[in-house]
């Protein structure tokens, strides 16, 4: 008799809530997706994540009036729904004022409607987004805290489940004011044990996401575009950046940028990437590393499986700036830092038309070969293992397909590159400028490198 009792009891109660969805306006809210890392994790289970309070669900305000700003309804649905809730935004939200969202506990996010940034003043966003030091990044707002889950529902049509940085705006300025600080699409900082899924993403002013200070993360399902309707240049597109962080998964997404797939920071340890697509980028990236003077730069620790590469400058990349401080960009100047990169895996790579399919440098950011060979990076790159590359590569440097050059004979050592077959246009064998390299562990041709001053248009 209590069995059916409570039942009746937990009917009556999802058929008010459902009503009151229907009532409102609101559509059904998708339930949490279980994410779970495939096929590598990062070697310990995530923290507990209890569930959510049934029927307590937060519905975010949006302004009447076109072009109002929404951060203060966002921010009051979750601060409602903090601690036990989950906080709906299934309308158009237009975000024009910075957000600090450091608080989050126990909280789910469920994004079914659109969410966009204000660019109707580019130069608001540099005097009033959150910065950050590190190579002069920003952001709109930041996602901190504990027990957090994102998510969206990609079954949904494009414009849905989506969030947007109207980038257009930005990147058009940028071409006449280098110095213009952009905003980052996403940041999360200080999270301990949060997921982000099924989600797209449009357009960032800069990189798409930072993951820093933060550890036990899950980023799966997301669909990531930069795209320009009137073919302007997009500068800085990253998909995810992190930087002081452990413990991170990312998988089982769609990238379309023109800058890093991914690429990890300073300080990013115990990392898997598996099973992205990319088009148009820059490569799975380490670093770039060793930027600011005396400061230690620590990468280990990485698993970079099965992912597939198209229309890249560069797939497995290291980058690493010399041991002397030197000037490479409008915001963007470094060397001289200390540290190591270590235990690096790239395992299943499936090249489509890349410049290169291997990048290892010690000297980024600098053309002049003889600078960076006079003053030698600081970090070491150690126990580094390639394998199982396979697909072709770009005319760009047709026959070339990669290069690995260290700046001095200590520098680099365990480096291993394993069953490599990849083709170039022209049909004839390919090769790769070594340098300082242990080259009886290396399963390809090796070249030595030409005499002219690197391209640093890429770094």
Known sequence: MRMRINFVIFLVTAL???????????TKVPSRPNIVPSPYNTGRAM?????????????????????SDDAPHILQALKECNNGGTAVFDGSYLIGSPLDLGFLKHIDIVITGAIAF????VYYWQ????????????????????DVHIYG????????????GRGEAYWQAVQTDTALLRPMLFAMDGMKGATMSNLRMRNPPNWFNLIA???????????LRAESLNGTKIPNSDGWDTYRSEHVVIQDSCIHNTDDCVSFKPNSTDIVIQNLE?????????????????????????????????????????KVWPGIETDFQTHLAGG?????????????????????????????????????????ANLTIEDVTMKNIYGTTSAALDPEAGTLVCSAPDRCHNIRVENITVAVPSGRPPVYECRNMENDLLQLTCVAETEEDRDTSQG
Request: hydrophobic share 25%; charged share 20%.
């Open 16 to 26: 008010v809530h459902l009503s009151e969805a229907f009532a409102t306006g609101h």
């Open 47 to 67: 923290p507990p994540s209890p569930p959510r309070d049934k029927g307590r669900y937060c519905y975010a305000k949006q302004e009447s009036q076109k072009d």
């Open 118 to 121: 204000d660019d109707s003043d």
């Open 127 to 146: 005097k009033n987004s959150f910065k950050y030091t590190f190579q002069n990044q920003s952001t709109f707002w930041k996602f901190g805290g504990e």
């Open 153 to 164: 529902d990609l079954t949904l049509e494009e414009g849905k489940s989506v969030i947007d």
């Open 213 to 223: 200070n933060s550890s036990d993360i899950i980023i799966s399902n997301m669909d």
């Open 278 to 318: 990319c088009v148009g980028s820059h490569g799975i990236s380490v670093g770039s590393i060793g930027q600011y003077p005396n400061e230690t730069d620590i990468v280990e620790n990485l698993y970079i499986y099965n992912i597939s590469m198209t229309n890249a400058s560069d797939f497995a990349r290291i």
């Open 336 to 376: 001289g830092g200390i540290g190591y990169v270590r235990n690096v895996t790239y395992d299943l790579l499936h090249s489509i038309n890349n410049d290169r399919v291997i990048t290892i440098t010690q000297c980024y950011g600098q053309s002049n070969e003889t600078l960076c060979n006079e003053y030698p």
